[in-house]
């Protein structure tokens, strides 16, 4: 074993700061940061290819300081693979912490045990961690000895297939930890008492509620499933909304974004996934899928963006294609061209999707290039598409289709066109759906059908696709009757959308929306129906930040409608008059969440 001082290890205490209420969001760096400069002080990284030189010849020192290289330099837009004389790559660092830490290197070992138990830049391997762990022994401090029982149970729940000593081993461990000041270390216990036990589990829970502040989430995992004992979800949202840690937020907003115990809200989803998103993998590829989507602002947008990328350069599944499509969406604060033009090369032969992208950014380069680089890039688009037509690769015959409209690589052709969208769609493939949809409308290349392309946009939308959806929504008229998109469809999804934060408020948006809705000969329950079955898919737009504004914007005979149709149901007790002031408001809500969740399919 390898004696640690007590400051190294209260140090390295820090990282559970990372599923603690007082987690701030991207804080591994800070962690790592703060055990290096505790234990050794700033070292001088003034000459990095000598440092490399001396790592090369086996120094310890110099292997863990490419590590604190990596962590300490600014990189500003330099993604964790690029290597050079200022810059450590990821690899690079990792290469030489575990190097130091396998010659012992004091400072190396606690770094590489967190960063494998958490996945710092690095993948996770708890079991690995865990034999690292037990190369550390405290110097007799007791928060020291604590924080490092934790950490073992934590490794030893985390890892695969674990023995019954081991199961009873991290009891032992969580015990001690919780003894000596760690509470957090219940979620360990129960785990561990879970996996023979769940009844038990239950108990240890229920019996720590008061004095364990860690408890209560963990409960409500349990209370949600029904392990240990019958299903409680009114009980699970209630310690759920309780919930302060990280990991329990994340889960409160995977339970708004499933529409489960929770209202649906997926901005708010984001929101409360974002903190631990930036130290845990499987949250943050969670929500780079969601952030393609959803134009939600976060505070730690910087960190998360160079986290992902790590992902990727740790070829964490589906990681670079994840921060591909946010490149490709043009996801503010996860933009890098840098990356686009890395990941695709790197990838493309091993993910189809990622080969689809490659045809587009080859398609790129032959528009603005000239001469035998534009006859390369086109060569190369040319010997891509057949083979991926031919595995098939759903994506790629939308994309063949939109460079034979436009002309590019090959003559402007758009019956050809046509007749891949049709392949794209007879595969399922949304965009292709969408692109046929608006051929046939616009009678590019194929005879106009508005009623096909509605019957594809409404596919498309079924099948996911947010572009479809809005597009049906900017189709419906209410003085067109005839126009094939039915009011579920269009005045559902409007507020649907906008709850969702995909449509933008105003008098275009929706002042313009229900323009003619008087005069469309709809009766008032045919409008009022589909109008809140948009707020029971999206909840969302029910809260004041963006009901108010709606209110504002939409006809007065709808709100003086809903007032009174409270008043029928007994949710309020005004006078009708279309105010919706704060009780009006209050009593909608509750109308809404009493009506239930609703699926538009």
Known sequence: MISVSCRTLLALSMALCLVSPAASAGTLDQVLKAIQQTVSGTPSLDNLPRLRQSAEAGNAEAQYLLYEAYRGMKRLDAPPWVSNDRLVSRAEAERGLRAAADQGHAKAIPALAVGLLYGGGMRQDPRAALGWLDRIEPDGNGDAAAELAYLKALALTRAADISEQERLRAIDLADQAIAGGRPIAIGAKAYA?????????????????????????????????????????????????????????????????????????????????????????????????????????????????????????????????????????????????????????????????????????LARFAVFSDGRSKTLFEKQIRELIPRLEAQPVPGIFAVHADLLQRGVVFPQDSERAVELLERGAELGDAAAMVALADALESGDGVAKDRKRAIDLFRRAATAGSFEARRKLVRRFRFLSRDNGVAPAEGITNKIAMYGDGMETLGAASMGGFFAGVQMSGLKPAEILAPFYDGFRISPAAAEDDMLVPLIKNTPDWIWKATETVLVHEKYWQGKPAGHMGPEARDAFRRFIADAGPYSYQ
């Open 193 to 361: 008492v879970a996996a023979k036990d769940p009844v038990a589990a239950r108990k240890l829970l229920e019996e720590s509620l008061d004095d364990n502040p860690h408890a209560a989430s963990l409960l409500a995992r349990l209370l949600l499933v029904g392990a240990g004992g019958p299903a409680d979800r009114a009980r699970a949202q209630d310690l759920f909304e309780t919930a302060t840690s990280g990991p329990a937020r994340a889960e409160l907003g995977r339970q708004h974004l499933d529409g489960g115990i929770m209202p649906r809200m997926p901005r708010r989803a984001i929101a409360l996934m974002a903190e631990y998103a930036a130290v845990d993998p499987e949250t943050r590829q969670q929500l780079a899928r969601l952030l393609a989507t959803y134009r939600v602002k976060l505070k730690n947008e910087g960190d998360l963006h160079f986290r992902m990328l790590e992902d990727a350069d740790l070829d964490l599944p589906g990681a670079a294609l994840s921060v591909l499509e946010l490149h490709r969406v043009h996801r503010e604060g996860f933009r890098s061209e840098k990356a686009w033009f890395d990941l695709i090369p790197r990838y493309s032969a091993s993910d189809p999707e990622i080969a689809v992208l490659n045809v587009g950014r």
